[in-house]
Structure formats: C-alpha cells, structure tokens
C-alpha cells in the first residue's frame, strides 16, 4: 500500500494517544500490549523468510516469545528456576519436532526461529521491565523516550529532505542522508532537554546523562533502523508487514524502540 | 580420519578417565572444562555453515557463550542485571557489526549466530547448573548421568549390531535400529538402577524416579542423537570436526549430553 498521508493518518490519530496513554496506566495493560508487540513483531521476523521457503514454528516461537516477555515483567527479581526450564524444555521440543516433521533445510528453520526470540523478543521486551522500573515516575521517563523516538525520526525526516545529500550507508538504505542522521541527534538530544527542563523526566538527572540518553535514541535508535532495513533488503522486502496500513509492519514503527529501550533499561540500571 | 578402534583408543583411555576426576574435582575446574566444551561446540556449530560460505561472528558468538556459562555457574542464584546487561549490548553490537561489515545473506549470518548461542550453548551449559547442585553428593549424581550415557550408547550399538534390522529414522541416521534404540533405554535402566542399589547416585531415589531418568538418558539423549545428526546431513558432513581424532567432533561426543543435561538439571530441580 502507498504511503500516503490519507491512510497514515488514521494510525497517527489513534495511535499514538492510545500508547501515551498505555504508557501512562503502565502495570499489566501496559506488559500485555508490549507482549502483544513483541509477538507481532516475531511473526513479521519469520515471515520474511517464510515467503522464501523456509519453515519457522510459529507454534513453538510465540510460546518462547511469552516466556521471555514474563521473565521482562518479573525483572530484575527472576523466577530463574521456572523461566529457564520452560525455556529449556521448548526448545528441546521444538528441535524434536523439526527432527520429526521431516521438513527441507532443518538448519535454516531452527536458526530463524531461535534467533527470532533475541532478535527482535529478547532486546524489544526490555520496554516492559524499562516501565515497571519507571513505575515511580509514573512512567514519564518511559513516555519521554517514546517522544524523542518520534521527534528524532521526524527531525530527521525533515533536515534530510531539506539538506540532505551525501546518503549514509546508501548500500543498505538509499533514503537516509548523513544530515538527516545529524539532525535526528539534534532533535532527540532538543527532546530531552526540553522535558528534561519542564521537570517532566526523573528529577535527577545531569546533563551528561541527557547526552548519554540523547546518544542512545539519536544514534543506536537511528543505526537500528538500519539493521531493520538491512533485513528487509536481505529478505527482498520494502515493508515488513501490512498490519499498520501505511507505516508498514510492527517491525518497521517499532525499529528504534528494539535498539533503544534495552540500552536505555541498562543506563536506567547503573542511574 | 577412519574410526578405528586403533585411533579411537587414546581418546577412551585417556578421556574416560579425565572426564570422571572433572566430575569428582567440580568446582571452578569442572565449569571451566565445560565452558571450554560449549565454546568448541558453538565454534563446531558454526563450522558447519561456514563451509557453505556463511559468515557467523565467532568473535562475538564466544563472549556470548561465556556469558552463558557464567550464568549457569551462577544458576539459581543470578546476577541477573549484569547478564542481562552484557547480553543485550553484546547483540545489538553484534547486529551494527553485521551491519556496517556488508557481508552477503546477513540475515543467516545472524541467525546462525544467534541461534549457536541457544542450541547447543544455552542447553549443553545446563551441565554446569547440575554439577553445581550436585556438590552435595560430591558429583556422584553427575557422574551417574554420565556414565549412563556412555552405557546407553554402547547398548545401543551391541543392541543394534546383534539384532537390529528395522532403521528407527532413516531418513536421519541409516545406522540406528528399533532394537538398538530400545536396547539403549535398557542399558540406561540397568545403569542407573544397579548404581541406585550400590547406593552411589543420591540417597532418596524411588524407582519412579529411576524410571524417569532412565527415560531423560534412554529416550531423550538417543533423540539427541538424530538432531545432531540431522544437522550434519544437513550441511553435507559426516563428523562435525576433527577434533577427537576418531570420535568425530565435540559436538558428536556431547550429542546426547546436549539434551540430557539440561532435563536432568530440570528433573533435580524438581526433586
């Protein structure tokens, strides 16, 4: 489908309030809405390679996916024992079954299912315990990361179609300019500082950690997105999915929160 | 290299043995030699897919591993934000690496790595948890396991050399027979059940329990088999390395380990 303003603008409308206020309620609404993502987004990952072939379990991989969702809304006190026996057992199961089902290229379909529960479940999972930590803000340092994603993507949309020339890494994503990329580090570090000033953040943060945070969104969220493209790229793909009309798939709204959100739960971690 | 008793021999007297002092010693010694173990299977794993002209990153698959394994030596009591931390940062470094790196099929390279660190790193280091609880029984557990294996695959093997004629999965493995594979859970059982009368594997087993233990070696340890298995046919290749002269690869002497250790660990968990 195009993307056109006229059919953006439905998701632009309802969604972005309905996540700020999931954001806000936080608690299980909020880890059953990023679980829900989470498995949207692994089913989008096998899909790209289910179109070429290959035979990922769905069946064994969104039960992994709510296992390592559980053990993110648990963190940082884990049921070790329970999570690493379901997780040991499903596996074990899952490469009987692919042993038994007698299906082309067993090496391929393992790999692609295994390594969808890292990539994307395991690094976009940590947004649930990222909320659960911020429950004391109320989850305004969550909603804050959320925002600068937003401003950053747009700020960097806006300085590459006005200045940009010189492409970034054109081999992998032939619309991203080195100014866009320049000008999306403005936008986030701009974001946080500006509600970091308001006091709509943490009350302790220095403005060091306000680089660091505008270094996390500004440069690892925007390199993200280019690993998403690369995968797109790889699997011949210019859209991961078509569940979100004209923004594409899950994938592709939610590419920088997948690099993000785990580093910013880590910077959270050492606060 | 042929696999002759004459070349398999070194590896019989010397590795037996070695092996079981690893096992009464356990402590650091224990989890080190493990560590090493899974790191060669990892490396092994990759292997298989480098031959086809693939590109997994051993460089960053090994630091993932060891943290792995440092999980486990850890296990239940975990440090979880430290690992978590360090696997996180690991993997989206690994991801911008295969990024900027501009090799060809990224999304295989990935998966391939990736998933080397759940099959066999995240199943295989399970032994370490288990010879950790077994500190009690000063490892005579572990060895119990161990040396049941070893009988479970040479019943397997008399087994199926004397009377077998039906091939289980042919598909799979043209050597293993229906009565090979039932012979080996006979083995098991009588491993595990005279060990349990010489009253050396663990004070309160009832013979449920032995039952089901034979069942985790006979049954569960003998499927492993085929997934390794299944996974060198896969790839082209009749041994996984070269590494134990005669004995193939790590990957083929720890086949059934793989599978064993982990459920056995979930099994005492439970005791």
Known sequence: MKSTLSNRLPIIVLGIPSVIYLLQVGGLLFSGFITIVVCLCVVEFYNLKSEEGLEPSYILGIPLTLIICYFYNQFPYVDGVFIVSALLLLIITYLFYEMFSGHQKPFYNI???????????????????????DEMNGGNFTISMVVTVWICDSAAYIFGRLWGKQKLIERISPNKTVVGFIGGIIGAFLSFY????????????????????????????????FVQSMFKRDAGVKDSGKLLLG?????????????????????????
């Not at 996390?216 to 993200?224: A, F, N, S, W």
């Not at 923004?247 to 606060?271: A, E, K, N, Q, Y």
């Open 111 to 133: 790999s692609i299912t295994l390594s969808g529960l890292l990539y994307p479940a395991f690094l976009l999972g940590a947004m649930i315990a990222l909320r659960n930590w």
């Open 194 to 225: 500006i509600m970091d000033q308001l006091g709509f953040i943490y009350q302790s943060l220095t403005i060091f950690d306000i680089l660091i945070l505008s270094f996390i969104v500004g440069v690892i969220g925007q390199l993200g997105d």
């Open 247 to 271: 923004h594409g798939g899950v994938l592709d709204r939610f590419d920088s929160l997948i690099f993000t959100s785990p580093v910013v739960l880590i910077f959270v971690l050492c606060l």
